[in-house]
């Protein structure tokens, strides 16, 4: 690298920060804190569908686009292709070459074309070299570098290429993007540590399938010069290019919790003092059929009313079946989706990786400003692929909402374990405010409701448990009735109620009658009293006579 | 950097069309180029009795033409006649591989 050196002596003056180039793609230049090392090489290390063709290919539209000249080199598929599948990004590549702002270069190498004896790349530098000085060009993308390798004859003659390429483009004061392929051969081995050195920033971009479904990742293995985000990040090829998604910030930047919102529920508003707290994370939990979606619905039809605006992002029901299934609860949803208070994205969760539903979810927040978000259900997130793939896109879900102000619903379907862990769901909990844990209470010859809040952070909350029922008008949280140390339910509620009444008629006519008694004994005192006077009288007229 | 040979002898070359055409695409002092350019040229007088035409051109003086032929790597031999065009890469050691492609027959003279 004693090239590098060469051309920035003064890199140790200024250690700090070297400079960059944003690739202005979304989200990378947040992971390589700016962009690219400018006038630098960098190596994208890449397997078959990771997407660097796309990556580069980005890097030069976007930096044409802000005025930056771009040259790209492709080995593999030629400019005809290249223009074809920009164009299904909505990249113009043709408009940016008719004003010298892309110069498309074709080197792959055609089959019938015969190789004696040894060569050089020298051909391409000196095309790059007069189309660079032609056109001013700042950056370069040399695409899938190794399948040229392929045609040289030894390790040996790649390796004094690849030097001679190192040198010659950091005199060229470019900034460099070269993508290479891994290889399975052992004797590319060799110069694919090569390509690691010689870079100044390395990224590596992946692409695997957990649990059948098909994620990317990328990470940044070395950026000489500079700080970055060390981690793995998930990133996607959207329908408009590249986008990763780092999490760097979480829990940075979230807002704190707003004002108290009314649940639609009276009782419930009184449980939870107030309400729903605006900007939280909300999660109902409990078993199939306990009615959390009703529970969310019958907030949703409120808030729609009050002109809140809300997304609905469902894995479990289509629109209709869910929109049908709460008005047999007495919940109008049709009117609010009318008038585009109320969205729903649904999805199976299987249908793509997570990063794919998480830049979904997120476009749509970006566009259509909810005030609140449902998701329903995070137990269905894991069949993204795996538990980390649903970690992530509920971290990363939440992230946005949070740093938004945007209050989150979140519903947990249990599978009956329920244990604290599987009801706060997915080691999320310290991102959710507020607990509605919702269960069956077995009672001999039936099965009731109750509702519990476990947590309610910032704001003070019943500790009880409260029964409740699914009517046709909705929930309706009913009295507290407890009885022998415990609360009473259903059957048990009502003949603990009839009990009690038996008890108090009981008690009524025992004082009826002990009041009559009372008259009784009262009348015996009095007459008891005036016989005694009448026969003092008497006995006084004796004595008198 | 064009170099036009003519066998003469024959009747105004000049207006005889080539039977043979060349253009060997070679980089400055490029060991490999200055390799191939070397064989070539022996190779062409050695072999043709024909009217050739040999181009030679350096990619560092004429780029645009580099681009045109889509040229990636030096030296490269591009072959216009006889027959299609046929592209040749490396510095050409061998004759017999070019007198193949050429499809000429060879007498050779002790």
């Not at chain 1, 392929?150 to 001679?164: I, W």
């Not at chain 1, 993508?179 to 990224?203: L, W």
């Not at chain 1, 994370?281 to 009050?306: D, N, Q, W, Y």
Request: aromatic share 8%; net charge positive; hydrophobic share 35%.
């Amino acid at each position: 690298m004693a090239t590098k050196n060469t051309k920035y002596p003064n890199v140790k003056s200024y250690p700090a920060e070297i400079k960059k180039t944003p690739t202005f793609i979304h989200g990378l230049d947040e992971i390589l804190r700016g962009g690219l090392p400018k006038n630098r090489t960098t190596v994208i290390n890449g397997s078959a569908g990771s997407g660097k063709t796309v990556l580069g290919l980005e890097f030069i539209y976007r930096g044409a686009q802000a005025g930056e000249p771009g040259i790209f080199v492709c080995f593999e598929e030629t400019p005809e292709q290249l223009r074809e599948n920009a164009a299904t990004f909505g990249w113009d590549i043709p408009a940016l070459e008719a004003k010298n702002l892309i110069f498309l270069y074709d080197g792959t190498i055609k089959p019938e074309v015969i190789i004696s004896g040894s060569f050089s790349l020298k051909g391409l530098l000196a095309v790059i070299a007069g189309k660079k000085q032609e056109m001013n060009a700042m950056r370069i993308v040399i695409d899938a570098l190794d399948v040229v390798f392929r045609f040289f004859d030894s390790p040996a003659a790649v390796r004094n290429e690849l030097h001679m390429l190192n040198d010659w483009l950091a005199n060229e004061g470019m900034t460099t993007l070269l993508t290479v392929r891994p290889s399975k051969r052992p004797e590319a081995i060799a110069y694919e540590e090569f390509f690691e050195s010689m870079g100044d920033c390395v990224i590596k971009m992946d692409i695997r399938v957990v649990e059948q479904i098909t994620t990317r990742r990328l990470r940044v293995i070395k950026y000489r010069g500079s700080d970055y985000e060390r981690n793995e990040y998930p990133y996607a090829i959207t329908s408009t290019g590249l986008l990763a998604t780092p999490i760097s910030t979480v829990g940075l930047k979230h807002k704190p919790l707003g004002r108290k919102m009314s649940t639609g529920i009276k009782e419930l508003d009184k449980i939870l003092h107030g309400g729903y707290s605006k900007g939280s994370c909300i999660l109902f939990a409990g078993e199939p059929g306990t009615g959390k979606t009703i529970m969310v619905s019958t907030f949703i039809e409120h808030a729609c009313r009050k002109g809140d605006r809300i997304l609905y992002i469902g894995f479990e029901e289509s629109e209709d079946a869910l929109v049908n299934n709460v008005s047999n609860a007495g919940i109008n949803l049709k009117p609010h989706i009318n008038d585009g208070k109320l969205f729903f994205i649904t999805n199976y969760p299987e249908a793509m990786g997570a990063e794919e539903h998480f830049i979904r979810a997120v476009k749509k927040i970006d566009m259509f400003k909810p005030t609140h978000v449902v998701v329903d259900a995070i137990s269905a997130c894991p069949r993204m692929g795996g538990k980390l793939a649903a970690f992530e896109y509920l971290m990363r879900l939440l992230n946005h909402c949070k740093e938004r102000g945007i209050t989150i619903f979140l519903i947990n379907q249990l599978s009956g374990s329920g244990t604290y862990l599987e009801i706060s769901g997915n080691s999320i909990s310290s991102m959710i405010d507020t607990v509605i844990y919702m269960k069956y209470v077995m009672c001999p010859g039936e099965t009731n409701r109750v509702l519990q809040i476990l947590k309610s952070r910032g704001s003070g909350h019943s500790n009880q448990k409260h029964e409740y029922l699914i009517t046709d008008n909705g929930i309706k949280i009913l009295e507290i009735c407890s009885g022998k140390g415990e609360m009473l339910t259903g059957t048990a509620r009502i003949e603990k109620e009839e009990e009690e009444k038996a008890e108090a008629e009981k008690l009524e006519y025992e004082i009826s009658r002990m009041e009559l008694e009372l008259k009784r004994l009262k009348q015996i005192q009095n007459r008891i009293s005036r016989e005694t006077k009448l026969r003092m009288l008497k006995r006084g007229g004796e004595y008198q006579a | 950097m064009n170099a036009r040979k003519k066998i003469p002898g024959k009747k105004k070359s000049s207006d005889v069309e080539a039977k043979f055409r060349f253009i060997l695409f070679v980089a400055g002092n490029e060991p490999n180029s200055q390799t191939a350019e070397y064989l070539l040229r022996n190779f062409c007088n050695k072999y043709l009795k024909e009217p050739y035409e040999l181009k030679i051109i350096d990619v560092f003086k004429d780029y645009k033409s580099a681009i045109e032929k889509r040229i990636t790597v030096v030296p490269t031999l591009i072959i216009e006649e006889p027959s299609s065009e046929k592209i040749i890469v490396g510095k050409i050691e061998k004759e017999d591989k070019l007198i193949e492609i050429l499809g000429l027959r060879v007498i050779r003279s002790r």
